[in-house]
């Protein structure tokens, strides 16, 4: 049975608390199951405060002891490039870029809709590849900067981007970009996640990152790791069941 590690709470913008996550993963019959609050960062509304944090710990560290005997629980951290993580009170990080920094200033690729066009729009004056040349940059550096275990939503930047609505995938400015910072991250010794997290609310009908660069990544010998990315215990493995022919990681 699977597992998922990529799990929100509501220590931070999840729906459910740590307790009913671990519930719905004994339901579902689940050998374990991850937390991932988001790391603390000014700009995020959506994140763990600095208190909030060390509650989030200690929660969950309470229920590792209260269902050993059920199951698996891993204390885990989504940490944003641009946080801080002390990395000792962690089993395990997810690395991840939600943001690009741009003229002193930070604005989220994924928050919203209209959150993305007007950095779209008015930030980088309508040129998608730019800011794709940009986020790019960042997602190469994800490993160096945060040491993470697991690399998350390679190519969130797509997630508004369905059909190719505001740019092309297949553009060369796009691909060298994308495939860039893919290759900056082969030598690192991370897990590429599949995310479905964004199929489950609707955004995109395939998960996060594209085929082509699936493909480039186990050509490598590289491994996967399934993720849906979890807000919501109803989606806890969302989506599990489209990825069985991937070739992935069954435990952390």
Known sequence: MESNYHTHTTFCDGENSPEELVAEAIRLGCPEIG????????????????QGTKEYCREIRRLQEKYRDLITIHLGIEQDIFSEVDRKEFDYIIGAVHYVEKNGRKYAVDESKEGFLFLLEEIYSGDAYALAEDYYALVSQV??????????????????????S??????????????????????????????????????????????RLL????????????????????????????????KHRDRL
């Open 143 to 164: 490993y160096q900067r945060t040491h993470c275990d697991i690399i998350a939503h390679f190519d969130l930047i797509t997630k508004y981007n369905e059909e190719g």
């Open 166 to 211: 505001y740019f092309d995938t297949d553009h060369p400015r796009y691909r060298s970009a994308a495939e860039g910072a893919l290759d900056a991250l082969l030598p690192s010794p991370c897990l590429l996640e599949v995310n479905t997290g964004a199929m489950a609310r609707g955004y995109r009908s395939e998960p996060y990152p594209e085929k």
């Open 35 to 50: 937390f991932s609050g988001h790391s603390y960062l000014e700009e995020d509304s959506g994140c763990m405060s600095e």
């Open 215 to 246: 493909d480039r990544w186990l050509a490598s010998g590289k491994e996967l790791i399934f993720s849906s990315d979890c807000h919501e215990k109803q989606n806890l493995l969302f989506g599990f069941d489209r990825l069985k022919a991937l």
